[in-house]
């Protein structure tokens, strides 16, 4: 019994995370928005305007539930719950903490990278079931967008895999630092077992996992519709896209589900590439400054503030660039991106012959 | 190809420099000045919004916003009311019977207003019936913001008399002009006797 009460436990605990995350990043996007462009942003509601989002998702919350006469019923009401889910699953895995982690899996990578794609099928599913060009135009290119993007992602991911030689999300963040089970070298030559810190994480054990992070970098902003490639939401021409159809609760989840993606895809780049929940200070002769900084508490406190500053990097792009034409979204994805991508893999493997 | 790519992040990064520089000069605000003053143009960098109900920007002296007239002033010369292109005043005057008073230039008063209007949505803020004025009763205030729950309030009403007075110097106008009248016709008659 107590089982299922934890399960629940966990699974409420990731939503509340999830709730709260999306309402202080809405806050922190419109001020970061705001102060890139030399406006206040909002500033009536509370303090410094701290409860605006507060109010936004009560106004929200208060709105009908419009279904449009002609829109296919099933698939609009179903979408949200599935782009929501989709999102919500992939949270499962990804590990905060030494030995804490909501679902320890043997397969993690491979399963949260399944699992998000599933939100490309919600996306389809909103925009065709709200039966208006635009909407279906948005769910088309993202789907498109999202489909081709997994590729370089996806050889982006495998090249760190290769390095890491696992493909549980705990043991990839196991052999970042000083808690590391086999033996990790700081650019392939200086073991640093002892060490940790910063000279552990992956981009740094070998550094062409920089290039390959930055093309996850790339391909994740492609994965969640952010700008420079919101082309499926393009406010400006298609009315906000696969969403323009849905208010209330049922906008309020398609939300969400856009920003704990950012989240999501941030931390699983920062699991795989920037060392996760593994401090980023190293242990200087008697100066044990890793051995201090690991922990339960350090590793939430560390994989956040990596993934918080991953996602501040995703808006601070966000409010610079213009966005992209589809071909040159898809020149970029399939010219660039792949090629680079399978160029880090090739290295990869070598790195993995030659050196160990 | 490795060209355009290398282009693309560099000019990326050149964008991504230029809005991290505005998102840390954000720690400052510009300040709430009037352009007249003499550093306007060097506040060239900080979060440039007005929070406007809780701050102004100075308005300029020669700024043409509301309309007020100080009516014990007006000698309901009408002048106004003729000058103004686009007729958004009223004005309504009554002879007096004899003169009122002063206004506070000198000027005699010889007219009763019992309606002065000045319809505010229809003024095309131009300021000529501030300048054809010759007493100065009518002029523009600093004050621009001024919203209304009905159109009608935005027809100011700036007559002071009530509608009894109104009437009751109605006749005693009526009652000199009939008896200048029969005094006139008296005068008539007597220069046909002789």
């Known amino acids: 019994m107590n089982f299922y009460l934890l399960y629940f436990l966990v699974a409420a605990s990731i939503f509340s995370f999830i709730a709260v995350f999306s309402l202080l990043s809405v806050y922190a996007e419109r001020k970061i928005s705001a102060f890139i462009q030399d406006r206040l942003g909002p500033m009536e509601v509370g303090k410094y305007g701290l409860l605006q989002t507060f109010a936004d998702i009560l106004k929200l919350i208060q709105k009908e539930f419009i279904v449009p006469t002609v829109a296919d019923k099933v698939l609009f009401t179903l979408a949200p719950v599935i782009i929501f889910i989709a999102v919500f699953l992939g949270f499962v895995a990804l590990p905060w903490a030494p030995n804490l982690v909501p679902a320890s899996m043997n397969i993690g990578v491979f399963y949260v990278f399944a699992i998000i794609s599933v939100e490309a099928l919600g996306i389809l599913m909103a925009g065709w079931g709200s039966n208006n060009k635009y909407s279906l135009f948005g769910a088309v ?216 | 190809m490795i060209k355009t790519a290398l282009n693309g992040f560099l000019t990326a990064w050149k964008g991504l420099s230029l809005t991290m520089g505005h998102f840390v000069g954000a720690r400052k605000s510009k300040k709430v000045k009037g352009i007249k003053e003499a550093d306007y143009f060097e506040q060239q960098n900080g979060i440039a919004t007005v929070q406007y109900p809780h701050q102004k920007l100075p308005v300029p002296e020669v700024g043409r916003y509301q309309l007020n007239v100080e009516i014990d002033d007006c000698i309901v010369c009408d002048l106004c009311a003729k000058i103004c292109p686009v007729n958004c005043i009223e004005i309504e005057a009554i002879k007096s019977t004899e003169a009122i008073g002063k206004t506070s230039d000198g000027s005699v008063k010889r007219l009763y207003a019992p309606k002065f209007d000045i319809d505010m949505a229809k003024c095309m803020y131009c300021g000529l019936c501030t300048t054809v004025c010759p007493t100065e009763c009518i002029v523009m205030t600093p004050e621009y913001d001024k919203s209304v729950t009905h159109i009608s309030d935005l027809n100011y009403k700036f007559a002071t008399m009530t509608e009894q007075e109104a009437q009751q110097k109605r006749a005693e106008l009526e009652k000199q002009q009939t008896e200048r009248q029969a005094a006139k016709l008296a005068a008539m008659n007597k220069a046909e006797d002789q």
């Not at chain 1, 696969?242 to 999501?264: D, V, W």
Request: contains cysteine.
């Open chain 1, 141 to 356: 290119r993202s789907v498109a967008q999202m489909v081709s993007y997994e590729i370089p992602a996806g050889f982006a991911i495998i090249s760190a895999v290769m390095i890491a030689q696992s493909l549980d999300l705990q043991v990839i963040n196991y052999n970042q630092g000083i808690l590391a089970t086999q033996e990790i070298k700081f650019l392939g030559f200086l073991e640093v077992n002892q060490i940790g810190g910063i000279l552990a994480w992956n981009v740094f054990q070998s550094p062409h996992l920089i290039i390959a992070y930055i093309i996850y970098f790339i391909a994740s902003l492609a994965e969640c519709n952010r700008a420079p490639f919101d082309i499926p939401e393009a406010e400006s021409e298609l009315i906000g896209g696969f969403h323009t159809e849905y208010t209330g609760l049922r906008f309020a989840f398609i939300f969400l589900a856009e920003y704990a993606m950012m989240f999501l895809v941030a931390m699983f780049g920062v699991t795989l590439f920037l060392g996760g929940w593994n401090t980023p200070f190293p242990n200087i002769g008697s100066l044990k400054l890793a051995d201090y900084t690991t922990g339960i508490y350090w590793g939430i406190f560390w994989v956040m503030g990596k993934s918080l500053l991953i996602v501040a990097i995703q808006m601070w792009i966000r409010w610079t660039l213009p966005r992209m034409r589809v071909d040159q979204l898809m020149s970029l994805c399939w010219k660039v991106l792949t090629p680079l991508a399978f160029a880090c893999l090739v290295a990869s493997g070598l790195w993995r012959l030659l050196l160990f």
